[in-house]
């Protein structure tokens, strides 16, 4: 697989993150039969490819309508991931989702699917902002392709993880699922520093090596 590729991904993985949304899909489908349990995630994941999917294509150009440079918009964006890798790290989880407890739960099957699982607990601004990023360094059709080939993966991902949510909480349990959020902020931070030195050297080129 390309490095790049396993790139995205693992930055998709980090930031989007679905064992942060289990406790609140096992609360919101308490009591579902199996059949609806599977269809809010489905709901769910299709979402997050969309929201992926929508903002690869179509993020740089919101950016030349709203006047904001791909540097200056990397730049934003890797201080926004490196917070959200501090917060991670320092065992805050991710502070531009809210708290489970905190979501309004809409009586609806499908728009509890789509919000709040997965419009902002599982695909965030940390999430869409990363999605520019990358889509806005890439040019050609492969490149597009790839950004859309982790979109695909992360939201299979995020499927197999509410499907056996109850299974992956049992297993993990707090301590667990608190220390995989560290260890998913160190690797955030990473990223987030990558993001901010491509941007530096958009913005300031004769400064940048």
């Known amino acids: 697989m390309d490095t790049e590729l396993i790139k995205i991904i693992l930055a998709f993985v980090v930031l989007i993150n679905p064992f942060s949304t289990l406790s609140l899909f096992l609360n919101i489908t308490s009591g579902y039969q199996p059949k609806d349990r599977q269809k809010v995630a489905q709901i769910a994941c299709l979402t997050v490819f969309i ?54 739960v809409s009586s609806s099957l499908a728009a509890s699917a789509v919000v709040p699982i997965a419009i902002p607990m599982m695909i965030g601004p940390g999430g ?13 059709v ?15 991902f995020c499927y197999v993880s509410l499907m056996m949510a109850g299974r992956i909480s049992r297993f993990l349990g707090e301590t667990g699922l608190n220390i995989l959020s560290r260890i998913m902020g160190m690797l955030l931070a990473a990223v987030a520093i990558e993001i901010l030195v491509n941007g530096l050297r958009g913005l300031f080129p004769q400064l940048m090596i």
């Open 51 to 104: 929201t992926i999917a929508f903002f690869t294509l179509l993020g740089e150009n919101l950016l030349k309508v709203l006047g904001i440079s791909v540097g200056s918009f990397q730049v934003a964006g890797g201080i926004l991931v490196f917070l959200i890798a501090i917060n991670m790290m320092n065992g805050g989880g991710n502070p531009v989702k809210p708290n489970a407890d905190e979501v309004e």
């Open 142 to 156: 492969f490149a597009i392709a790839m950004i859309l080939s982790a979109g695909l993966c992360i939201s299979l």
């Open 128 to 140: 869409i902002s990363t999605v520019i990023i990358y889509s806005s360094q890439v040019k050609g």
